[in-house]
């Protein structure tokens, strides 16, 4: 869409105001100009009336380092997008051509994040990065200004277009993949799992190529597209595929829907649970600077052990998924070889829930965090050490003055109590504590209906 002046020259900071607020209520990046024509700033925005508006307001503050502008703009121009992603990409790109002065991006030494799409992989991924040298001969999008819009645009982009955000090298003539289980991401739909064969090179490419053209900004055309596509797959008697397409372009209209209204819960496929962190995404990014992790953290499970003097111990294991519970994958362990003894309990929870994971034929969780202090953490590595494959980190979380013991350290980390990142691992703490105590007190209570438990 060709952009909008809404300014002519000399405009006071009141004119500019009242242009303001005739822009359209639609998403869309503005563009801040000087006198003589040149960009000063570019910004996106989900509403483009109240982004640009709240700049000329008697109480607008934008700093020290940005405040000189607004004696400065003489002209704003709008391009107006199809959402708010789109959007996202065009100020990636408009700051990369103009340079503007009022944007920090490449006039300092800190490195933004990038998008990295590696088509020349049989299987495509999709990668956030600060390096994008590290992968060559992808195809590569921005520098970006804010990496939680990027993640937060990714992970929603992710639902409709189910690819990979794994660094597995995946061949389809592998025969591993026959025995390889997907990750969690593909049992609630963020991933077509070509780690085990679930959808063919061609499937996969085309929706990689539907991705990227969304990208481009050709949503509607990938909308047109899918459409005539579910009317062949019908009129084929496909309905499997039709079924498959109609799930997609539902999930378009979603995104859309989030594009007006904002995120909400952002999670269609677990809206009924406790969300356990006000901002569950900077929690997670806190999390991954304390623990020090390259990857960003999208998985996490949490174990516990409960008994009472030793009778029906159990084990617990919750997964959180982008900082929220999904409950399909909780999981309970009756104990089988421990009695009262905690170590050996999570010896035999971390061995059974974790075999398969450290044989290679699955993914392990971004971080498996224990309940427990350093006997815990010792008993949990014994038994990863005696795996051919090892899990990217493991914690554990001692109550009382919560502390958080790592691999490695001799002395525990003290966060700080209003920590993201401690906040978060406490609440999945306390959530597996939960699911374990009430499978503990179901099986006590079986025992005692069938007399067979002592009081």
């Not at 996106?44 to 400065?72: C, H, I, N, W």
């Not at 209209?253 to 677990?270: C, H, I, M, V, Y």
């Not at 901002?279 to 953290?297: C, F, G, V």
Request: charged share 30%.
């Amino acid at each position: 869409m060709p952009a909008m002046d809404t300014g002519s020259e000399n405009q006071p900071k009141p004119t500019l105001a009242a242009q303001a607020r005739n822009l359209p209520d639609s998403p869309g990046v503005y563009l801040f100009k000087d006198e003589a024509g040149h960009v000063l700033y570019v910004g996106k925005a989900l509403s483009l009336r109240s982004r640009v508006g709240s700049y000329f307001t008697a109480s607008a503050d934008l700093g020290p380092r940005k405040q000189p502008m607004l004696e400065l703009i003489r002209e704003i121009d709008i391009i107006e997008t199809e959402g708010e992603w789109d959007a996202l990409l065009l100020e990636s790109r408009l700051i990369k051509d103009t340079r503007p002065r009022f944007n920090v991006l490449l006039k300092d030494d800190k490195t933004y994040p990038y998008l990295a799409v590696t088509t020349r992989d049989e299987f495509p991924g999709v990668y956030i990065t600060r390096a994008p040298g590290d992968f060559p001969g992808a195809r590569i999008f921005g520098p970006f200004t804010s990496s939680g819009a990027l993640r937060e645009a990714m992970q929603l982009l992710q639902q409709v277009f189910q690819f990979r955000t794994c660094h597995l090298d995946i061949r389809s003539d592998d025969p591993g993949n026959q025995r390889f289980r997907p990750c969690i991401l593909h049992a609630i739909d963020l991933c077509t799992a070509p780690c085990a064969n679930r959808v063919t090179p061609e499937a996969y490419r085309a929706d990689m190529d539907r991705f990227l053209r969304f990208l481009d900004s050709q949503r509607s055309s990938v909308i047109n597209e899918l459409k005539s596509e579910m009317a062949e797959a019908s009129e084929a008697r496909d309905y499997e595929r039709a079924a498959s397409v109609r799930n997609q372009l539902d999930a378009i209209e979603r995104l859309s829907e989030r594009e007006t209204r904002r995120r909400g819960d952002g999670q269609a496929w677990q809206p009924e649970v406790t969300v356990f962190a006000t901002d569950p995404a900077a929690a997670l990014r806190s999390l991954q600077r304390t623990l020090e992790l390259d990857a960003p953290i999208r998985c996490m499970e949490a174990i516990d052990i409960a008994h009472l003097g030793g009778q029906e111990t159990v084990g617990s294991k919750v997964c959180f998924i982008d900082g929220r519970p999904w409950k399909e994958g909780y999981r309970r362990y009756r104990i089988r070889t421990a009695g009262n003894d905690d170590f050996q309990s999570m010896r035999e929870v971390v061995s059974r829930r974790y075999a398969e994971a450290g044989q290679g034929l699955e993914l392990y969780p971004d971080v498996i965090l224990l309940d427990g202090g350093r006997g815990q953490l010792n008993a949990a590595l014994e038994i990863f050490e005696s795996l051919e494959v090892q899990p990217p980190q493991v914690v554990a979380l001692a109550k009382k003055e919560e502390l958080l013991f790592l691999p490695g350290r001799e002395e525990p980390l003290k966060l700080s109590r209003h920590h993201g990142g401690l906040r978060l691992c406490q609440a999945i703490r306390d959530e597996a504590h939960r699911f374990a105590q009430h499978y503990h007190h179901l099986l006590r209570s079986r025992s005692m209906g069938d007399g067979t438990s002592r009081s």
